[in-house]
């Protein structure tokens, strides 16, 4: 069973480039989400879908965008990457309206920018 | 945004003995979810145990369980015989019923002593 899978793993990226992160699940879950995790700050939301062909903003989602043209995949992109984006990146999936269903999750990826 | 807080940066414990971890939110909601995470080296999110505010009854899962208090709006988790697997990080969060996002408490980072 694949889940969500994240895609890359690893990425190391300079000022100013740009990128793309990959999620896909295979549960055909509605609900789909990408979070950033800091050092001593949990997992905090960037942006998030409830449907293909949507999507909305979570709490920190400056200087990110994304996109749900499948259901199955949610791109995160950096237009310009920063220094202040060296993270590790999370994407999660759920279902609709099952409010107890704990959010599945990708296993991430480490981005550095230098 | 909900606020979770998990007043325990780090804690340790001795194999086989019993470790407590704490957690508490700031809701206004009366019908919400909570949830344990666990997050080994490797990375992946791994769901420990969940939470129905509206069920009286403390979740167990086999070495897992919690201690509801919706009134003190606090939710800790405790760890029973405690094996060298369970050394990870353990975030608590919040979900309001009809919600779709989570909120993440900073994480409190488990050493089991052999």
């Known amino acids: 069973n694949a889940g969500v899978t994240q895609t890359p793993k690893f990425r190391v990226l300079k000022t100013g480039q740009s990128m793309t992160l990959l999620c896909a699940q295979d549960m055909n879950h509605e609900y789909m989400y990408w979070y950033r995790q800091d050092p001593g700050m949990g997992l905090r939301l960037i942006h998030y879908?409830?449907?293909?062909?949507?999507?909305a903003k979570g709490e920190v989602p400056d200087g990110y965008n994304v996109s749900r043209l499948k259901k199955q995949n949610f791109l995160l992109g950096l237009e310009s990457a920063a220094p202040s984006q060296t993270s590790v990146y999370f994407c999660?999936?759920?279902?609709?309206?099952?409010?107890?269903?704990?959010?599945?999750f990708g296993d991430g990826t480490r981005l550095s920018i230098l | 945004a909900q606020t979770v807080t998990q007043s325990q940066p780090e804690m340790s414990v001795q194999e086989a003995e019993t470790v407590t971890l704490s957690c508490t939110y700031d809701t206004s909601e009366s019908d919400y979810y909570l949830f344990w995470y666990k997050q080994p080296p490797s990375r992946q999110m791994i769901l420990v145990i969940r939470?129905?505010?509206?069920?009286?009854q403390n979740a167990t899962e086999n070495r897992f369980s919690v201690n509801f208090q919706k009134a003190a709006k606090s939710f800790s988790l405790k760890i029973s015989d405690s094996q060298l697997g369970d050394a990870a990080m353990y975030f608590c969060?919040?979900?309001?019923?009809?919600?779709?996002?989570?909120?993440f408490g900073a994480g409190t980072t488990v050493t089991v002593r052999a």
């Open positions: 939470q129905e505010a509206y069920k009286q």
């Open positions: 999660a999936s759920s279902s609709e309206g099952v409010w107890n269903q704990p959010q599945h």
């Open positions: 969060a919040y979900r309001s019923a009809g919600d779709y996002k989570l909120s």
């Open positions: 879908s409830v449907g293909e062909g949507t999507t």
